[in-house]
């Protein structure tokens, strides 16, 4: 059965993929009693990385909010390896925007996550948040993503 959560998300045409495999010893979402941690997501999507580089270089502001969205989705994925997705409250997000030293609009960045985020979990997804500039991600990822949930089941 679809929850909820992936029902909004199919009305704003995204459809979760499966968990993304990881890349080295970890694993892309861990449960401890109620608390769940997704691992750092980036923006795969299909086999391949989206909006590599670094924003205000190579990657314009648009491409990476719609890069931090991408992150969110497999995020999104992670947790649902490991809880149902009806049942999660949104903690917090943390973003790293992999980015040249004068840009200053972090913020913004991972506002294409947060915004998705509470699109699919209404109320449940409000947030506290961090985000962060980086000088490199994995891969040359343009955004990194983690999110911190709890279960009410």
Known sequence: ???KVEERLQALGVVLPQVPAPVAAYVPAKRVGDIIYSSGQT???NGILRYPGR?????TLNEAVQSARICAINCISALRSVADLDRIDILKVTGFVNADADFGDHP??????????????????????????????????????????VSVD
């Open 1 to 3: 059965m679809i929850s």
């Open 43 to 45: 923006a795969w999507e």
């Open 55 to 59: 924003v205000g270089g190579t990657v």
């Open 108 to 149: 913004a960045v991972i506002n294409g996550a947060s915004e998705l985020i509470i699109a699919a979990f209404g109320e449940r997804g409000r947030h506290a948040r961090c985000a962060v500039g980086t000088a490199s991600l994995p891969s040359s990822a343009s955004v990194e993503l983690e999110i911190l949930a």
